[in-house]
């Protein structure tokens, strides 16, 4: 089955931490550690909130808002698709990835549309 793992930052630390949060070489080896694992399928990095834009549709006009999105205390920094067993599988994938420090791992399994 499907997972979807989405590596949530905090706003108001979005260096997850500074010094004693996880340096990006802890994310390398996460990520070259699933990778070898031959489950991922698909993921992403994003860049920071504040080159984000907002698009959202008010019934006759679109309003577009540059960002950080302040009403919101959580951004999604990137993620992984991984198929693997089960739910419980995916956590203990989630369980090893930095972003788990400062930070948290949010698990959907992908809908099968």
Not at 3 to 26: F, H, I, K, R
Not at 39 to 61: H, K, M, P, W, Y
Not at 77 to 99: C, F, L
Request: some cysteine; hydrophobic content about 40%; proline content about 4%.
């Amino acid at each position: 089955m499907k997972y979807a793992l989405l590596l949530m930052g905090n706003v108001a630390d979005a260096e997850c931490g500074a010094d004693e949060g996880p340096d990006p070489s802890d994310f390398m080896a996460f990520d070259q550690e699933i990778n070898e694992a031959g489950i991922v399928v698909g993921g992403f990095a994003l860049d920071g909130a504040e080159n984000g834009v907002r698009v959202s549709n008010t019934g006759t006009d679109a309003v577009v808002t540059s960002g950080p999105f302040a009403e919101s205390g959580e951004f999604v920094g990137g993620s992984y698709v991984i198929d693997v067993t089960d739910i419980d599988e995916a956590i203990a994938w989630a369980k090893k990835s930095p972003g788990a420090s400062f930070g948290h791992i949010e698990i959907r399994p992908v809908a099968d549309y």
